[in-house]
């Protein structure tokens, strides 16, 4: 089993609502990373925070928007999605920006 | 910025045979070249990597070869198993991982019995 905790791991949510993506680590790592990944694709990079500070944002729309309460935790709030948002949402983590990731087993996310 | 190829999108090798997947990278700045597997509902699994100042790593049956100058790097599988089916992925970086890393688009393996 993947050290990097993410919840819920399915969630179906309707274009109005607003919900939260949360993943957890223990490992001590300082890096961590939101990936999104559709059907037969690679991830593809959303976020990175480094050392609690959003670092890169990769000019993701405004209805997604991470946050690093402190150095084990990551959430990505999810607002006004649409239909072509849905995909498998991975977090990844790794002990400093120069180490390598590690990925949680991702949340499933079907927006209607 | 970078652009990773990978081939072949699908192979299929009989059990106990080996595996070769390749992958091509843009951009002579990156500098970390890692592997991921990834089984049908579950997260990418870091397998193997290396460096670019490395031209070669085993571990077990699997190993990693890098050609700077040609900008590629190769995946070998040995003796594979039933359990070796899944999709792999290679991806490359700068700095190990601070800027994100970049996919090739997978290689979905199967390891026919």
């Known amino acids: 089993d993947t050290e990097v905790t993410q919840t819920p791991k399915h969630l179906v949510m309707g274009m109005t609502n607003k919900k939260s993506l949360k993943c957890e680590q223990h490992?001590?790592?300082?890096?961590m990373y939101w990936y999104k990944q559709k059907a037969k694709k690679p991830p593809e990079l959303m976020f990175v925070?480094?050392?609690?500070?959003?670092?890169i944002n990769e000019s993701v729309p405004s209805r997604f928007s991470p946050e690093c309460p402190n150095s084990s935790l990551l959430n990505l709030h999810l607002h006004a999605l649409q239909p072509e948002d849905s995909a498998l949402y991975l977090c990844?983590?790794?002990?400093?920006?120069?180490?390598?990731?590690?990925f949680g087993n991702g949340t499933r996310l079907t927006v209607t | 910025g970078e652009n990773v190829e990978q081939h072949p999108s699908t192979l299929s090798v009989q059990e106990g045979d080996s595996a070769v997947i390749k992958c091509t990278y843009s951009?002579?700045?990156?500098?970390?070249f890692p592997w991921y597997k990834q089984e049908l509902g579950k997260g990418p699994q870091l397998i193997i990597d290396?460096?670019?100042?490395?031209g070669e790593k085993k571990d077990q049956r699997i190993a990693v070869t890098l050609n700077k100058t040609a900008k590629h790097f190769s995946l070998h599988i040995t003796e594979t198993q039933p359990e070796d089916s899944a999709v792999y992925f290679c991806?490359?970086?700068?700095?190990?991982?601070?800027?994100?890393?970049?996919f090739g688009k997978g290689t979905h393996l199967i390891i026919q019995p």
């Open positions: 951009d002579s700045a990156s500098n970390y």
């Open positions: 490992m001590g790592h300082r890096a």
């Open positions: 990844a983590s790794s002990q400093d920006p120069d180490s390598p990731l590690h």
């Open positions: 925070y480094s050392y609690e500070k959003l670092s």
């Open positions: 991806a490359a970086s700068t700095a190990g991982g601070a800027d994100g890393l970049t």
């Open positions: 290396i460096r670019s100042n490395v």
